[in-house]
């Protein structure tokens, strides 16, 4: 099963595709996508087309996005949310569930702790993915989110075969 994973931004949208072969996790790929041009609209359309290009690519069965924190920049707060509607949206018009992380669970999933560094994600990163080379901290993020929300769909997976092995 793959897993994509993405890391919203308006800017910089950070993406990491892995593969999910039992309990074990290998990378596929990650990357940036760069908004292009200055009109929102336009950086809008820019990210949609290159995130519909890397699932056309990747074929992920399942998806995850970081969620959105309140910060004291509300305009810069809509703009992020707006570019991650576009994280949500294209996933969900391909037929992919789109599953939502808090940062801090992120983090305490992949390093162990709540309130991690860029460094040390990128660190644990490399360490759950032996070989990966990251194409920035954007794309090592969105790799976090995607070894999280594996672990999710794992745990949610043992969590249904316990129930029905109960019932049975």
Not at 40 to 51: N, W
Not at 131 to 160: F, K, N, R, T
Request: proline share 4%; glycine share 12%.
């Amino acid at each position: 099963m793959r897993v994509l994973g993405i890391d919203p931004g308006l800017r910089n949208m950070g993406w990491g595709v892995i593969s999910v072969d039992g309990s074990r996790l290998s990378h596929v790929a990650n990357g940036v996508c760069e908004s292009v041009g200055t009109d929102l609209g336009v950086r809008l359309v820019s990210l949609f087309t290159q995130l519909q290009r890397i699932l056309a690519i990747h074929a992920p069965v399942a998806a995850a996005v970081e969620q959105t924190f309140v910060n004291k920049d509300g305009a810069g707060t809509l703009k992020l949310g707006q570019a991650r509607g576009i994280a949500m949206l294209v996933p969900a018009l391909a037929g992919i569930e789109v599953g939502e992380y808090a940062p801090n669970a992120i983090k305490k999933a992949v390093v162990g702790v709540g309130h991690a560094d860029k460094a040390q994600v990128a660190h644990m990163v490399r360490l759950q993915l032996p070989g990966v080379e990251l194409a920035g901290p954007d794309a090592a993020d969105a790799l976090a989110i995607a070894i999280c929300h594996a672990h999710h769909l794992q745990s949610a997976g043992y969590l249904a075969r316990a129930l029905a092995r109960a019932q049975a």
